[in-house]
């Protein structure tokens, strides 16, 4: 057997090959396929199947043109209702892949139509059994219920049908399984993922939370519970998995664009740079979304999708892999970029400053403004003090709440995220913005005073 997993950083997304004996099938492939062709060609192998464990939100698939560059048929579950030729699958179906075994299950629970597939080496019985649980079972979690309300299904009623899925068609497999899910930490399809990237299914048993011994209506409440807000574009994404992407070739390449075009571009600016580039210097009114960060997940998540977007970068390999990526959440819509050496306007910075010089200032300062642009949960396990919760996704339509005359200064959990937000403000009207370095991170590490929040009955306690 022929085994790879393919894992996308920027996305927290894992995609795989299976290959024996001149075939071969690809599961949850990403938007960009070549890689998967390149694969097939090292092994000497035809890709014969590509398949979805389910209608993907969080990015765009490229199953219909990695099917027709290879002539592979494309599968999903029974109740997917795809508008391309597609192998629809249900409980107990079999398809081979030269001498593997593709055993599937219907697992809906995420979204109706999601299936698990158990890959089975027939030349090796005694291996274990590699189960691809796509969104159904995490390591660590599980996935989350809510995302599908727009199809006529309740969070509450998804979240009975993950239970069943789970206890009737998953739990029933042996302790050595291998769990290979769709995603790792990082991803808005859970809410506690793993950096781990696959388990067993004995230790999911162990140390997944939500396997442990429960009734329907106790893990219902759980999965629901607590998760982060859905994207805008996770809509979107999905309709267009069963509509069908077209070839990232087809997508128009972005025009050189002038510094008084891009000073007067009718869209939004997105500057891909780390976040002390940006705060070194920058042009007016960009929004700062770094590549080395979750790039795609925070431009689908506040960048509507058909917005005109214009990229700046320090080199022309970074435009490009920004186009990628961003055609890899929905965004299809890149017209101009620029580098910023070319650029010769007017331009703003952020003051970057330590998690110490903003302690001292929050013990002398009474008019400042303290914001942690983390989501909810992250906040309150931990936060500094004197501080307030601002979650990014939510930034602009809170910030009213806030006075753009005073200082502000924008935390997060590492500095990539509180950029994006300092950005934000400025865009808003807010002068004085500062960033602060290391995030919550270095905070902790610097043993400045913490304090948690109960969510329950919004108690805090300090620590150190």
């Keep these: 057997m022929n085994f790879k997993q393919f894992y996308l950083g920027c996305l927290s997304h894992a995609s795989y090959y299976l290959g024996s004996e ?6 949850d492939p990403q938007r960009d396929v070549q890689q998967y062709i390149d694969e097939a060609e090292a092994n000497g192998q035809q890709i014969k199947y590509v398949i979805e464990t389910h209608s993907h939100a969080d990015f765009v698939s490229g199953h219909v043109e990695l099917a027709a560059k290879t002539g592979a048929q494309i599968v999903y579950g029974q109740r997917a209702k795809t508008k391309f030729p597609t192998h629809k699958v249900k409980d107990g179906d ?22 698990t597939i158990a890959a089975t080496n027939t030349l090796a019985p ?3 059994v590699k189960l691809f649980t796509g969104d159904t079972l995490f390591i660590g979690d599980v996935g989350r219920p809510d995302l599908i309300g727009s199809k006529g299904f309740t ?53 997944n939370y939500a396997l442990q011994p429960m009734s329907k209506d106790e893990f219902v409440k759980i999965v629901a519970a607590d998760q982060p807000e859905v994207p805008a574009y996770f809509q979107k994404s999905a309709a267009k998995n069963l509509e069908g992407s077209a070839p990232l070739t087809e997508i128009a390449k972005p025009h050189e664009l002038s510094s008084e075009e891009i000073q007067h571009f009718d869209g939004i600016v997105i500057d891909v740079r780390q976040a002390s580039e940006y705060g070194s210097g920058h042009i007016p009114n960009s929004i700062n979304i770094g590549l080395g960060g979750q790039f795609a997940s925070w431009a689908g998540t506040l960048i509507p999708i058909d917005t005109n977007i214009a990229v700046v970068a320090d080199n022309q390999m970074a435009i490009d892999e920004a186009v990628t990526r961003l055609a890899r959440v929905g965004h299809e819509s890149v017209t101009g970029s620029i ?3 070319n650029f010769n306007g007017e331009t703003k910075t952020v003051e ?23 989501r909810v949960g992250e906040y309150n396990a931990g936060h500094a003090r004197r ?41 808003a009207g807010f002068r004085k913005i500062y960033n602060v370095t290391g995030g919550t991170s270095a905070w902790i590490e610097a043993g400045l005073p913490t304090e948690t929040t109960d969510a329950a009955c919004e108690v805090t306690n300090t620590g150190t």
């Excluded at 599937?104 to 999601?114: A, D, K, L, V």
């Excluded at 009975?160 to 769990?179: A, C, R």
Aim: hydrophobic share 35%.
């Design 22 to 27: 001149g075939e071969a099938a690809i599961i």
């Design 94 to 115: 079999v398809l081979n892949v030269g001498s593997i075994k593709l055993t599937f299950r219907e697992t809906p629970g995420h979204t109706p139509e999601g299936i």
């Design 126 to 128: 005694t291996e274990p």
């Design 155 to 207: 969070a509450q009623q998804m979240g009975g049908m993950l239970y069943d899925s789970l206890h009737d068609k998953i739990l029933s497999f042996p302790d050595e399984t291998e769990i290979y899910p769709a995603h790792g930490a990082g991803s808005l399809c859970g809410k506690s993922l793993s950096k781990e990237t696959w388990s067993t299914l004995g230790n999911q048993r162990k140390f």
């Design 339 to 341: 580098l910023i050496d």
């Design 352 to 374: 970057q400053v330590s998690v110490n010089e903003v302690a001292e200032l929050t013990t002398t300062e009474k008019h400042l403004q303290f914001i942690d642009v983390r």
């Design 387 to 427: 501080i307030s919760n601002f979650p990014l996704d939510k930034l602009a339509a809170d910030i009213e709440r806030l006075d753009p005359a005073a200082p502000t200064y924008v935390i997060c959990q590492g500095g990539y995220r509180s950029s994006m937000g300092t950005s934000i403000l400025e865009n």
